[in-house]
C-alpha cells in the first residue's frame, strides 16, 4: 500500500520548529537528532496509519522513541493530518479545536 500524503497543521509545525530549536540551544545534535526522529515518525504514519492506538477526539498518536513528544493525527479523506506535536507532560487535549476546524 503507498504512503498517503501527510499534512501539518500550521500550529504542529510551530510546536514541532519550537521543540527543535530547544534541543538546538543545548545541542545541535540533539536538535539533528529530534528532527530525524519526527520524520521517521511521518514516514511510520504515511505507511501504517492504522497502526498506532486511537487518542483523544478521533485522533491517533505515534510516541517519539527518545523524546518526550507525540504526533497527534488522524485519516481524513486519504490524506494524514498532524494536528499535534504535543510534549508528552502537556495537558492532553489542548489541541482539540484544531481538530474542529
Known amino acids: 500500500m503507498p504512503a498517503l500524503p501527510v499534512k501539518l497543521h500550521p500550529e504542529a509545525l510551530l510546536e514541532a520548529k ?3 530549536n530547544w534541543y538546538a540551544e543545548r ?3 540533539a536538535a539533528l537528532r529530534f528532527i530525524s526522529e519526527l520524520d521517521r515518525a511521518i514516514e511510520q504514519v504515511a505507511q501504517h496509519p492504522t497502526r498506532w492506538p486511537e487518542h483523544l477526539h478521533g485522533t491517533r ?3 517519539l522513541r527518545r523524546f518526550p513528544y507525540l ?3 488522524r485519516v481524513r479523506n486519504e ?4 494536528i499535534a506535536c504535543q510534549h508528552g507532560r502537556r495537558r492532553p487535549g489542548y ?3 484544531r481538530v474542529e476546524e
Not at 79 to 82: D, F, K, M, W
Open 18 to 20: 519550537e521543540a527543535r
Open 27 to 29: 545541542s545541535a545534535n
Open 61 to 63: 498518536r505515534y510516541l
Open 71 to 73: 504526533l497527534v493525527y
Open 79 to 82: 490524506v494524514i493530518e498532524v
Open 95 to 97: 489541541w482539540r479545536a
